[in-house]
């Protein structure tokens, strides 16, 4: 062997030792959704359509967090977590990445209002948009639905969790909880609160969407799982994905039965 061929030899071992040294990618860390969150499974369940050793993902385990600090985590090099999902808004796609397509039909934006039953009476269908402007609603800090809700005229109160704006609710602090057609009875099935109810033949809408979210430096896996979500989309299995998820709720609720009160979205359209 001469010297040259010693040397691309060489080369040669080189390049496959440190192609087999090589850190596998990093995964892409989010917070795990918490138990009975449908809408968290089904984000899961599109993750888990990419094969780990190309795409892998790593959940945290539940914590309380706000969803601006979740925001801030997202948005920073090292932060506490790679991905969050959630409604958009103007701020969220100047401040993260926001991953296309949306993933919910745009049905995030639909809301049925959950009352105490006993007030059902003071809830008719034909319930004039003025009077329902005048009533409290429930929202969560730093929920884009706040900015939503009062830009259209609506009083809104707020509170950091869900659980704290049911009770709220319950205690007569708010006279009514705006929740979407998603999430609404998966909430109230895990309450089991009986004196809370859905107003019937009511909702509101405005345009919105969830998306996926991450941060605005370079990263390879985003840039992979932003292509796996438009072949989900591309192919039709999103859309099986969320019917296997979603029709089981959203037919007993009986969307096209109810009067639904248009509002403006001014964050996203």
């Given amino acids: 062997m001469t010297g040259v061929d010693r040397r691309c030899c060489l080369g040669a071992l080189c390049g496959l030792a440190a192609t087999a040294m090589a850190a596998p990618p990093a995964p892409l860390r989010y917070i795990a959704p918490a138990a009975g969150d449908r809408f968290g499974s089904y984000v899961l369940s599109l993750l888990a359509r990419a094969r780990p050793e190309h795409l892998p993902c790593h959940a945290l385990p539940q914590m309380p967090i706000t969803q601006r600090r979740l925001e801030l985590e997202v948005s920073r090099p090292g932060g506490l977590v790679d991905l969050?999902?959630?409604?958009?808004?103007?701020?969220?796609?100047?401040?993260?990445?926001?991953?296309?397509?949306?993933?919910?039909?745009?049905?995030?934006?639909?809301?049925?209002?959950?009352?105490?039953?006993?007030?059902?009476?003071?809830?008719?269908?034909?319930?004039?948009?003025?009077?329902?402007?005048?009533?409290?609603?429930?929202?969560?800090?730093h929920w884009p639905d706040v900015d939503i809700l009062r830009d259209n005229g609506f009083t809104v109160s707020t509170a950091g969790s869900t659980a704290?704006?049911?009770?709220?609710?319950?205690?007569?602090?708010?006279?009514?909880?705006?929740?979407?057609?998603?999430?609404?009875?998966?909430?109230?099935?895990?309450?089991?609160?009986?004196?809370?109810?859905?107003?019937?033949g009511l909702m509101l809408s405005y345009p919105a969407g969830n998306h996926i979210f991450a941060g605005r430096h370079p990263n390879p896996q985003v840039d992979a799982l932003q292509a796996l979500l438009q072949q989900l989309a591309a192919g039709g299995e999103m859309r099986r994905l969320f019917a296997k998820a979603f029709d089981p709720v959203l037919t007993p609720l009986a969307l096209k039965t109810r009067r639904s009160i248009p509002l403006r979205n001014p964050l996203d359209a």
């Avoid at 039909?105 to 959950?114: A, K, M, Q, S, T």
């Avoid at 057609?181 to 109810?197: F, H, I, M, Q």
Wanted: aromatic share 6%; net charge positive; proline share 6%.
């Fill in 164 to 200: 704290a704006l049911y009770e709220m609710l319950a205690l007569g602090h708010i006279d009514y909880f705006p929740r979407s057609v998603l999430e609404v009875l998966e909430e109230l099935a895990t309450l089991d609160n009986p004196a809370l109810a859905i107003v019937p």
């Fill in 84 to 141: 969050m999902w959630g409604m958009s808004s103007a701020q969220r796609r100047q401040e993260l990445r926001r991953l296309e397509p949306r993933l919910d039909e745009g049905l995030i934006g639909c809301r049925l209002l959950v009352v105490r039953r006993q007030d059902l009476p003071r809830w008719p269908a034909a319930l004039a948009t003025a009077a329902l402007q005048a009533r409290r609603a429930g929202q969560g800090l």
